[in-house]
Antibody, heavy 126, light 109 residues
Framework: QVQLVESGGGVVQPGGSLRLSCAAS????????MHWVRQAPGKGLEWVAF????????YYADSVKGRFTISRDNSKNTLYLQMNRLRAEDTAVYYC???????????????????WGQGTLVTVSS | EIVLTQSPGTLSLSPGERATLSCRAS???????LAWYQQKTGQAPRLLIY???SRATGIPDRFSGSGSGTDFTLTISRLEPEDFAVYYC??????????FGQGTKLEIK
């Protein structure tokens, strides 16, 4: 079965850096686009970043663009999120999520997230 | 950027009742771009509905989605005790980018 296991969270000071990892199993990781989504304590969900199955393209939310970098190692079935210049407002549980996209017979495109990890908490505080 | 507004913020119902949750977009959204998730306390979200009305794998048929344009609805026909949770709608936008509604908490009355 599909499993996504995040790690690397912790407490970091404002301005600091942290790298999150997401170990994937139960599916052909190298064939799927992947995402990071975060949730601040007691708040809703916010999409953070997306990477193509082969690492060829990356996309970011405006709130993290220029500070965060998504990457992957398909040989290790692992997704990463390098977070630099962290701010208090980056405090959240970070989830990795498997992309679920495709086309209906009508040609309409759908794109969402069908499997999620359990999340890892990042706290930015002095 | 398209903003999704969910209503009500909290919905108090009893098991066996019908739940109707709303998601309104600030501008028209292709129905194929709209998804719904369930999140229980301390757990990751779970995909329920994609393409506005297609149930994800393993989702019971008491969950259904509908809508088009700017107005979308998640309906739970007969609430089970395990259905009390927070529900989020989500839309896919070009670029790509993804946005979520702020959530509706479904609580036991």
């Amino acid at each position: 079965q599909v499993q996504l296991v995040e790690s690397g969270g912790g407490v970091v000071q404002p301005g600091g850096s942290l790298r999150l990892s997401c170990a994937a199993s139960g599916f052909t990781f190298s064939s799927y686009d992947m995402h990071w989504v975060r949730q601040a304590p007691g708040k809703g969900l916010e999409w953070v970043a997306f990477i193509r199955y082969d690492g060829s393209n990356e996309y970011y939310a405006d709130s993290v663009k220029g500070r965060f970098t998504i990457s992957r190692d398909n040989s290790k079935n692992t997704l990463y999120l390098q977070m630099n210049r962290l701010r208090a407002e980056d405090t959240a549980v970070y989830y990795c999520a498997k992309d679920f996209s495709g086309y209906y017979g009508s040609g309409s495109y759908y794109s969402c997230f069908d499997y999620w990890g359990q999340g890892t908490l990042v706290t930015v505080s002095s | 950027e398209i903003v999704l507004t969910q209503s009500p913020g909290t919905l108090s119902l009893s098991p066996g009742e019908r739940a109707t949750l709303s998601c309104r977009a600030s501008q028209s959204v292709s129905s194929s771009y709209l998804a719904w998730y369930q999140q229980k306390t301390g757990q990751a979200p779970r995909l329920l509905i994609y393409g506005a009305s297609s149930r994800a794998t393993g989702i019971p048929d008491r969950f259904s989605g509908s809508g088009s344009g700017t107005d979308f609805t998640l309906t739970i026909s007969r609430l089970e005790p395990e259905d009390f949770a927070v529900y989020y709608c989500q839309q896919y936008g070009s670029s790509p980018r993804y946005t979520f509604g702020q959530g509706t908490k479904l609580e036991i009355k």
